[in-house]
């Protein structure tokens, strides 16, 4: 192609992921950094030939259906598309790509990051220091749950539950997964399949989710579900808020049920949910699952390359 086509990137992506896209294709990147709009997506569509969106764009069946004919690939510079009415973009014939692999040891790390926090008390024992609160020690004080050696539940074994899994054994935990369909054994490396996720939380004094949002999978982690976790089971949940049912969740931590959970995920985002932080028992980041330099760089080299291969008359190696 003679002339450079061209891009637009919602929001600020790495310096080394925007000096690539910069030599290769002729690119708009928006510097204010703040989540493109139905609109904004709605008019991209008639001024550029590619997108690279971050999850915070939405691509609604609605907007989809309002866009221009110039647009042919939405290059995600994320793994979850939960965002993207894929059969919308598919019917209009716009390529939709994703970033998987490269972040999933950075998430997996933030899985393990919360696990800890939430079975040892991060959230309070960082308040009582903090504040000069800390005036009194006991061996009963911030006594927590201890990770080596419990039964781990995964809810979605693929490559980030993987990760999380490898991780994990080095805490010498006990893995148990569920997933659609067993994976091969030396992905799975021991872990037991639960063919339901009912049977799964049975044996899952922690439990992580690792599975995407769908239609499906909305509401996963409902009040019947939590009560069949082992009284003092910690959740994880590094995937999607949609997975978890916000009030039933508060309800079992509230009750005791739950001893505690570690979250980077929310229903609302960005934002979080108000009720939430009145518990010293929920450790929470801001979805921030994938941000490390390493594998935001990695991200926007994965989106690019879908990209370089798309304009080049192939089929990204990341095609949905
Ligand atoms: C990203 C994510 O931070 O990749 C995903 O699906 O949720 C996160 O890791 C975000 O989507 C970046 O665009």
Redesign the pocket.
């Known amino acids: 192609m003679s002339q450079k086509p061209r891009l637009w990137i919602t929001r600020r992506l790495s310096d080394a992921t925007l000096a690539r896209a910069a030599r290769d294709y002729d690119v708009v990147v928006n510097e204010a950094d703040t989540p493109g709009t139905a609109a904004d997506l709605i008019a991209a569509s008639a001024d550029f030939d590619a997108v690279v969106p971050?999850?915070?764009e939405h691509f609604s069946a609605e907007v989809v259906a309002q866009f221009a004919p110039r647009l042919k690939i939405v290059a995600?510079?994320?793994?979850?598309v939960d965002h993207c009415d894929l059969p919308a973009l598919k019917a209009r014939g716009i390529a939709v790509t994703n970033?998987p692999d490269v972040?999933s040891d950075a998430?997996a790390e933030i899985a393990i990051l919360l696990m800890l926090g939430a079975a040892r008390h991060a959230v309070a024992g960082d308040r009582i220091v903090r504040t000069g609160a800390w005036d009194f020690w006991s061996p009963s004080f911030m006594v927590g749950k201890q990770v080596t050696g419990a039964r781990l539940g995964i809810i979605g074994m693929g490559r980030v539950g993987q990760a999380f899994a490898r991780k994990a054994r080095g805490f010498e935990m006990e893995i148990h997964y569920y997933n659609r369909n067993p994976v091969a054994d030396d992905l799975a490396q021991g872990a037991t399949y639960h063919a339901s996720v009912e049977s799964l939380l049975g044996v899952a004094d922690f439990l992580s989710l690792h599975c995407p949002a769908t239609p499906a999978t909305k509401g996963l982690l409902n009040a019947e579900r939590l009560a069949l976790l082992p009284k003092g089971a910690v959740v994880v949940n590094t995937a999607r808020g949609a997975l978890v049912d916000e009030a039933a969740l508060l309800a079992a931590l509230q009750s005791g049920h739950v001893a505690a959970a570690g979250l980077d995920c929310f229903v609302t985002e960005p934002g979080g949910n108000p009720a939430f932080a009145t518990q010293e028992n929920i450790f929470m980041l801001p979805?921030i699952?994938?941000?490390t330099t390493k594998t935001r760089d990695a991200?926007g080299f994965r989106a690019l390359d879908n990209l370089d291969a798309f304009f080049a008359g192939k089929s990204p190696k990341d095609l949905l």
Do not use: E, K, R
């Open positions: 971050c999850h915070s995600n510079h994320s793994v979850g970033t972040l998430t979805h699952g994938s941000a991200m």
